[in-house]
């Protein structure tokens, strides 16, 4: 087996040869690809280092599968390439989650959609799949109705330089200098941002029509209705969402509690209650704090999950794993 990493000195490229080596998957070869800048620098795997290649056609020939890391344009430029080659695609980017021929898995919840491809796996994002490995597992008693949520979003969403500039501004104000933002629309040091991504044209940013959208695709629930907002927080790693929802029956807290405890990829938080900082560099994701909501007439709960693991990098492996096992 050979596994390409296409956008590899990314944080979430970087992370998914971290997984690769974590999980000692089996293979002949791991071809790291991005840039010509940074073709014939080195990465380090194993007791070794693996040389940088550029990404361009021909560069995937070989391959039988190509962990995707890079944005939407070049996740779409690279795609023919890769099915040329004859390997299958498991993208990180938003480009083809809502085609009909192409699965959108999260392995836990709906594995086997993923032996459907065509050459093509798409990887949720990342809070859609946090906030499902929690809810996921109460849809199996009942299906959800409707849910709102609100999400917490760490700066690692936005890759190396959304983090480099959380510290650059801490930096910044302790020296009692004005930031200047570039990566995020407003100073994002001590300060939320509620708004990510862009405008969709109704008030809803395309990150939060995303949850609704990829949520009914992969829940195989085209009836839900959802209604979501996102914030970015200043935390490094690790999304928070807080979601409540209506099934189609009654389901009780003890019910949604005991449901959790038994999915595999959560950790049900029985005693106080789930934070990024616990959930970070790990692929658990916590969920606790379940309530009633009579408000929604459903239940409440919180979550975490590390946005570049479990949120991008490990979701895609374990796809690779599903595909292989």
Known sequence: MRIGILGATGAVGRQMLECIEERNISCDEVRLLASSRSAGKTMKYKDGELVIQEAKDGAFEGLDFVLGAVEAEYAREFAPSIRKAGAVFIDNSSSFRLEKDVPLVVPEINGEDAKKHNGIISNPNCSTIITLMAVAPVHKLSPIKKMV??????????????????????????????????????????????????????????????????????????????????????????????????????????????????????RYIEEGYPMPIDTSNQDLVYAGRIRKDPALGGLSLWCCGDQIRKGAASNAVEILEYLVK
């Not at 979003?153 to 570039?182: D, F, H, Y």
């Not at 405008?199 to 195989?220: C, F, M, P, Q, S």
């Open 149 to 266: 949520a609100s999400t917490y979003q760490a700066v690692s969403g936005a890759g190396i330089n959304g983090m480099r500039e959380l510290e650059e501004e801490v930096a910044a104000i302790a020296a009692g200098e004005t930031p200047q933002p570039k990566v995020f629309p407003a100073v994002i040091a001590y300060n939320c941002i509620p708004w990510i991504g862009s405008d969709t044209g109704n008030g809803v940013t395309t990150e939060e029509a995303k949850l609704g959208n990829e949520g009914r695709k992969i829940l195989h629930n085209p009836d839900m209705q959802v209604m979501c907002t996102c914030v970015r927080v200043p935390v490094f790693r690790s999304h928070s969402i807080s979601v409540s929802f209506a099934c189609e029956r009654d389901v009780t807290v003890e019910e949604a509690a005991d449901a959790i405890r038994a999915a595999d990829g959560v």
